[in-house]
């Protein structure tokens, strides 16, 4: 586990100003071009904004070229085993609720080995914001084919063409009982990027983020045609969803949704065309960790939020 020890001084009185620079890590050692690189500007933008306390916030991470994430940010961060990323920030957060915590991890890590983990982390609405970062194959493995590749991409695995049509990581999520915040956006739109991460942050709840990411040395024309051509994206618009003004400006292919219809937005996740926005938010949904300090109330208090909770779904 790093430990963000250079920045601290325990024990002073907390008047810090945190700039942006203050939460680079080590030297990213990520491609040229990699779309990471655009991502982890972006965590250390919002980490300035947010001013979060680099000894509150930790940075929890499986396996991948993406899971080097902790490394580079200047927090406390976990470079966990493969797939495994979403159970250990989850006992980060119940054994130490007052941290900021935030998760990132790959396609492959994500949707492959780590999918249980992912369906059971949604349903539990943990208070944490979660960053995939989807490339379409597993990079640090040399171009394997990972669920989200897209059918017939010549990969190292599949060398005549993916077999099976990709996973949607945005319609799996929305299909998860008690999924509360899916959003989606991409690298190579870093005001967009910004506004969404934000928006993740501010999130009560389980924050899902797919961020669509370039892999310029095995995937590089995946996302070709996006990144040319504005009109390619279509990007969801509504007040209460991400607003963005410098997006706006650039892609005039907005679709109106309310991030409060679940069954509109699982249909806006379906199909080819590139959505980028807040697809969906509900912040009454159950958290886990409240439900779980029932057990170090009274009996009497124990009772009356069953009761509550009974009353809740009645009808
Ligand atoms: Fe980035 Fe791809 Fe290089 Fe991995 S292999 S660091 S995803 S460009």
């Not at 965590?43 to 904004?49: E, N, Q």
């Not at 493995?141 to 669920?147: M, W």
């Not at 956006?185 to 928006?199: E, G, N, R, V």
Request: proline residues 6%.
């Amino acid at each position: 586990m790093s430990s963000p020890c250079s920045l601290l001084e325990c024990g002073s009185t907390d008047d810090r100003h945190f700039e942006m620079d203050d939460y680079a890590g080590k030297i990213a050692r990520w491609c040229p071009g990699c779309g990471d690189h655009a991502i982890l500007a972006a965590v250390h933008r919002l980490l300035a904004i947010e001013q979060l306390k680099p000894e509150k916030t930790v940075f929890v991470s499986g396996i991948g070229c993406s899971s080097r994430f902790p490394h580079y940010v200047e927090t406390y961060g976990f470079h966990g085993i493969h797939g495994r990323a979403l159970p250990i920030a989850t006992g980060v957060k119940l054994a130490r609720p007052d941290l900021d915590v935030f998760v990132t991890m790959g396609d492959g890590d994500c949707t492959s080995i780590g999918a249980g983990h992912w369906i059971h982390a949604i349903r539990y609405n943990i208070d944490m914001t979660v960053l995939l970062l989807d490339n379409n194959i597993y990079g640090l493995t040399k171009k394997q084919t990972s669920p989200t590749t897209p059918q017939g991409f010549k990969t190292n695995t599949q060398t005549k063409g993916s077999f099976l049509p990709p996973l949607n990581p945005l319609q799996t999520t929305l299909g998860v009982t008690n999924a509360s915040f899916v959003a989606q956006t991409a690298d190579w739109m870093p005001s967009h990027l910004a506004a969404t991460l934000q928006a993740a942050k501010a999130h009560k709840g389980f924050s899902f983020v797919r961020i669509l990411q370039r892999c310029p040395v095995f995937t590089p024309d995946i996302f070709a045609a996006a990144i040319k051509d504005p009109q390619v994206t279509d990007v969801l618009s509504h007040p209460d969803g991400i607003q963005d003004a410098n997006t706006d400006k650039i892609y005039k292919s907005q679709v109106f949704h309310n991030p409060g219809d679940i069954h509109e937005a699982r249909r806006l996740a379906e199909g080819d065309r590139v959505r980028v926005g807040l697809f969906f938010r509900d912040e009454s949904f159950p958290r886990y960790e409240e439900l779980r300090q029932v057990t170090k109330r009274t009996p009497e208090e124990k009772m009356a939020f069953i009761n509550a909770e009974l009353d809740r779904h009645a009808v």
